[in-house]
């Protein structure tokens, strides 16, 4: 019956790819193929199928005249085409103990060019809840590291043509005002290695092989130490938001965005109205509470991209990346009208409300100063005018557009095209990011399409596919001299070691082996997404 039951699924596929290769389909066709689908998948077992099948039959008129779009084939299908993947899925092996993803686990760069060590770890690391971004080559981790923005940075120190000292070395002078802490790991254990690790900087030392149960207890301990950091150094004690000590690192990181990706970005100053008058009259006390519940009316209603900080007293700053002045306007106007109707306790219950001034990050080329400068001078404005109010700088260039993001599914599986399409299309976005997703049945149209253009792009990428296998794809894109504006992730279906090890040395930014659970690509994608914002 397996046998049977493969061979329904491959005509599925067939069927599918017939129809995107024609571009539009004849009634007859489609109501011909759901009429088989209601009587072989019933036969074989599959009754969810044919339940499906025979519910489409009686919603359509065998003989009505009309020409389907493909797009309107799968979308009439998509619960079908779905119901595919999921039956495949359910063969999939879950290890034990291995979490779901929330988008919020901790980060694990690790940097070593031997493959078998990364694959080894990525695996053992991620039945823990770690998400873990493996790299086999120094540089591209160098050039990276903005992006990733690790929790720990473990760090081989002897790979082919870098040594591993000079990756740590990068990190620390990047690095001086943010603590991640590195590991180096090497099978040398000399004593003379381990000092000098412990010299240039590393937080921790640990030798190959290691105990895996012991690794994982020490990089935790790193990661809780720089938690503890931040809160201490970078975290401003009343109301949990970062202080104006962050804004340098936050900044060069602003700075490396913009660079590589000619980003928005805008800064908003914040001012808590007649602040004063609520000291003077409710107390001290009751004045803590405002500041703290102003602060976390911020980071409630900011997104995930933005950065709150106390800048001194009642004034806090927000960083608002990939936005335009325009779109910075509405959204912290938005922002003051909520908090206008927060409720406070104090002798009697009142109300507080801030003005703001809002700037656009014109030329990341110069120094905070300025843009904070420009900022401020448009909340003064809108102190000068009655409070409660937004002001933007008055001498800005005209709105920045919206930012498009690329999406490029390419795999020959018709059905995995059409299920991951849904995905990508339901995943969590943001207002000023257009996301223009398209299809690529195998690895050669993709490569031959000019559709890419010069926006920031993610592959999610087959490892096997006809004429041009995702291998030589990625070889390509890597190949570019805008290569880092791709972002890919490898899906292979070949449980080998070798095409997953190369795919690393090429330079991909993740890899899954198909089938696969769902939940666990859109946590993935949408990681990688967030990452390219």
Not at 464 to 472: A, N, R, S
Not at 490 to 500: A, C, G, N, Q, V
Request: aromatic residues 10%.
């Amino acid at each position: 019956m397996e046998k049977y039951t493969k061979h329904f699924f491959n005509n599925v596929r067939k069927k599918l790819g017939e129809w995107e290769t024609a571009g539009s389909v004849p009634h007859e066709e489609v109501y011909r193929f759901i009429h088989s689908m209601a009587g072989s998948a019933s036969v074989l077992g599959l009754h969810k199928i044919g339940d499906l099948a025979r519910e489409l039959m009686d919603q359509h008129n065998e003989k009505e005249e009309r020409m389907w779009t493909v797009s309107e084939v799968k979308e009439e299908l998509f619960e079908i085409i779905q119901y595919c993947y999921h039956y495949e899925e359910e063969t999939i092996e879950v290890f034990p103990g291995k979490q779901s993803r929330d988008g919020e686990e901790p980060v694990v760069l690790i940097i070593d060019d031997d493959t078998s060590f990364l694959m080894y770890m990525k695996e053992e690391l991620e039945k823990i809840g770690w998400y873990v971004v493996p790299i086999a080559n120094p540089d591209k981790a160098i050039m990276s590291y903005y992006d990733v923005k690790p929790d720990c940075a473990i760090i081989d120190i002897y790979m082919d043509g870098t040594n591993g000292f000079e990756v740590l070395d990068f990190f620390k002078k990047k690095l001086k005002q943010q603590f991640i802490p590195t590991v180096m790991v090497s099978a040398e254990n000399s004593k003379e290695v381990r000092i000098k690790s412990y010299q240039m900087g590393a937080d921790d030392f640990i030798a190959k092989p290691f105990d895996l149960e012991e690794f994982i207890v020490r990089v935790k301990r790193q990661m809780e130490r720089k938690k503890q950091m931040e809160e201490l150094v970078l975290i401003d004690e009343l109301t949990m938001v970062y202080n104006r000590k962050y804004l340098g690192q936050a900044y060069a990181q602003v700075q490396s965005n913009s660079a590589r990706n000619g980003d928005s970005y805008c800064v908003a100053v914040l001012d808590i109205d007649h602040f004063k008058g609520v000291n003077d009259r409710y107390g001290h006390l009751v004045g803590d509470r405002v500041l703290k519940g102003f602060a976390s009316h911020l980071k409630t209603e900011t997104r995930i991209q933005d950065t709150v900080f106390r800048f001194g007293g009642e004034e806090f700053v927000i960083l608002l990346p990939n936005t335009s002045l325009k779109e910075a306007y509405t959204f912290v106007d938005i922002i003051r009208k909520g908090f206008s109707q927060v409720v406070f306790q104090g002798d009697e219950d009142f109300s507080c409300t801030f003005s703001a001034g809002v700037a656009e990050i014109a030329d990341p080329t110069k120094p905070f100063d300025t843009w904070l400068k420009l900022a401020d001078n448009a909340l003064y404005e809108a102190k000068s005018s009655g409070r409660n109010v937004v002001k933007v700088d008055g001498k800005a260039s005209e709105h920045s557009p919206h930012k498009t993001m690329k999406i490029a599914i390419v795999d020959d599986d018709p059905i995995i095209r059409t299920v991951m399409k849904d995905i990508v299309s339901k995943l969590p976005g943001e207002p000023h990011i257009q996301y223009d997703i398209q299809t690529f049945q195998d690895g050669a149209a993709f490569v031959g399409s000019d559709w890419h253009g010069k926006h920031p792009c993610l592959v999610i990428l087959d490892g096997v596919m006809p004429k041009m296998d995702g291998l030589e794809v990625l070889e390509n894109i890597r190949s570019r001299s805008n290569s880092d504006r791709y972002k890919v992730l490898m899906l292979t279906s070949r449980k080998s070691e070798k095409d997953i090890s190369r795919s690393l040395q090429l330079g991909a930014d993740d890899y899954m082996t198909k089938p696969f659970k769902l939940l666990e690509l859109e946590a993935r994608l949408g990681q990688m997404l967030k990452r390219m914002r």
